[in-house]
């Protein structure tokens, strides 16, 4: 097959909606915040809600849906949502 000037990569990149799934299913991992408070560019740990155990939830959930391991310092050296889903497409 024929890809020109492409790089076929066998990893998944991201993409817009890609990006929209994380979010939303980042989002569910608060119980009070509302889900339209939570975008590409939201700084995450700022929002109020913001925890340990919201950590702890979102390693199991990267773990679960990816099937990739984070870890909380990795998670803390990210500033916003899309920061962690790169950190997570890395992996």
Known sequence: MFYG?????STIKLTIMELQNFIT????QF????????????VFQELDEWSSLTILGIIAFVKT????????????????VEDL????DSL
């Open 5 to 9: 000037n492409i790089k076929y990569v």
């Open 25 to 28: 299913k980042f989002a569910e």
């Open 31 to 42: 119980e009070d915040t509302n889900a339209s408070e939570i975008q590409a560019n939201t």
């Open 65 to 80: 849906e990816y099937g990739k391991t984070v870890t909380g310092k990795e998670i803390r050296s990210c500033e916003t």
């Open 85 to 88: 889903f790169k950190l997570i």
